[in-house]
């Protein structure tokens, strides 16, 4: 299942099959962008993205898809 989230500047995708909350997005993201919940994660601050891509890079299961990255 993919989880989709938007605001006007950019998409973040996150595939909950994929996911399996290891929380490296939520400790490499300088913004606090993500947090976990029930084992997997989502961009709830989307709104803070700086567009560093370094959630993209952290993702160890290729989970996060990022329109700026």
Same mark, same amino acid.
């Given at each position: 299942?993919? %989880? @989709?989230? %938007?605001?006007? @500047?950019?998409?973040?995708?996150?595939?909950?099959?994929?996911?399996?909350?290891?929380?490296?997005?939520?400790?490499?993201?300088?913004?606090?962008?993500? @947090?976990?919940?029930?084992?997997?994660?989502?961009?709830?601050?989307?709104?803070?993205?700086?567009?560093?891509?370094?959630?993209v890079q952290?993702?160890?299961? @290729?989970?996060?898809?990022?329109?700026?990255?």
């Open positions: 299942m993919i %989880k @989709e989230f %938007k605001n006007k @500047e950019r998409t973040i995708k996150i595939d909950h099959d994929k996911c399996n909350g290891s929380g490296d997005c939520v400790e490499q993201c300088p913004v606090g962008v993500y @947090e976990l919940k029930d084992g997997k994660s989502y961009a709830t601050n989307i709104e803070k993205c700086v567009d560093c891509c370094l959630c952290a993702c160890p299961t @290729e989970a996060i898809e990022h329109s700026s990255c």
